[in-house]
């Protein structure tokens, strides 16, 4: 066998003093096997990315950096969200001697020990391994319901999308180059890795109840998180619009046309209720239009401004 792997193992954190201690020692656990088994490098590390937690999340980490230095943080300057925070730990490991980054939720949500896994299926050369969840029996009906609809959405949007696989995956430093490329500011990494390509394979883990705290994921953030991963992957809303116009102005052309022939030959009183109809139906869908083309133009207006995804303010190495 080869030099054994340097992994580094990437968990988002905001405000989770709760399960922060308990997520470390299982990681650490699981790290050391690896270690016996050569599967990884002893030189392996686990960093959190602190989101600006308002918690004791920081504090813990020093605490857990002291006692064991494979114990790394990166601390936001302020809340800057998961998937900047995902992106930050990729980021730190990108051109380094690393081999594999993984990402995993700090709630113990994802199934740790599925890592072993995905390590396996690296070093017999995969580049890209996701975790899926092949039951969701633990997230409520609605959950459930929302995020399968969110998936048949973006597929009939023409975005490709790994079903039930949220952010837990391992990619090698070929996809981190990859994905350094990627200079959009705002990334929706689920859509962005499998559009990277490379050889990827799939590695099923039941997904468990949140070990502690609460969700950081209100229905509110779930639906920005969905408008979001479709307008930035997909044009396919602005044309349906279009499509939707262009049948309108068919349609109106048609009612002109009843319209001219009821005034000479027909009952011309008739008129009054197809005309509030088509009136609130045009309005409607223009106003939709509009919507439609504000949300694109808005991205465009952050995107220009090219401001930093996240702050940095402080580490723990
Ligand atoms: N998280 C984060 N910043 C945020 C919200 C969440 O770093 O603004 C982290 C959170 O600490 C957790 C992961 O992202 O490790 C997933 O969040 P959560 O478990 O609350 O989401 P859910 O599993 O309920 O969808
Ligand atoms: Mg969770």
């Known amino acids: 066998m080869t030099e054994n792997k340097k992994l580094a193992i990437v968990l988002p954190a905001y405000n989770e003093e709760l399960v922060i201690e308990k997520t470390t020692h299982i990681l650490l656990d699981i790290m050391d096997r690896m270690i016996n088994d050569h599967l990884i490098s002893s030189k392996s590390v686990i960093t959190y990315v602190d989101d600006g937690s308002k918690d004791q999340t920081w504090s813990f980490m020093q605490g857990l950096h002291e006692q064991d230095s494979r114990i790394q943080g990166i601390h936001f300057s302020r809340n800057f969200g998961h998937q900047n925070a995902l992106i930050a730990g990729l980021t730190e490991y990108t051109d380094t001697d690393f081999d594999y980054v993984v990402t995993l939720d700090a709630d113990l949500q994802d199934d740790p020990l599925a890592i072993i896994e995905m390590v396996k299926l690296a070093n017999s050369g995969k580049n890209i391994v996701y975790g899926v969840r092949n039951d969701r029996t ?8 929302s995020a399968q609809s969110f998936y048949k959405v973006m597929n009939i949007l023409g975005v ?8 837990f995956r391992l990619v090698d430093q070929k996809v981190l180059a990859a994905f350094g ?16 390509g490379f050889n ?31 307008t930035s992957f997909s044009v396919r809303p602005i044309i ?14 048609l009612f002109l046309l009843y319209t001219l022939w009821s005034y000479f030959w027909g ?51």
Request: glycine share 8%.
């Open 240 to 253: 349906l619009v279009r499509n939707l116009g262009l049948i309108m102005v068919t349609v109106s052309g």
């Open 160 to 167: 490709q999308t790994i079903p039930n696989h949220a952010d």
């Open 138 to 145: 633990t997230d409520s009906w609605f959950k459930r319901f």
């Open 181 to 196: 490329e990627y200079n959009e500011r705002d990334m929706f990494l689920r859509g962005i890795f499998p559009s990277i």
């Open 267 to 317: 009952n011309a009183e008739d008129g009054w209720p197809m005309l509030m109809v088509s009136i609130w139906a045009i309005g409607g869908l223009q106003l939709l239009a509009i919507g439609i083309v504000g949300e694109y133009i808005g991205k465009i207006f952050m995107e220009v401004k090219h401001r930093p995804r996240y702050i940095i303010e402080k580490y723990l190495k």
């Open 200 to 230: 990827s394979a799939q590695v099923f883990y039941a997904r468990k109840i949140r070990e502690a705290g609460e969700t950081k994921y209100p229905l509110k953030k779930m639906i920005t998180f969905a408008l979001d991963g479709i």
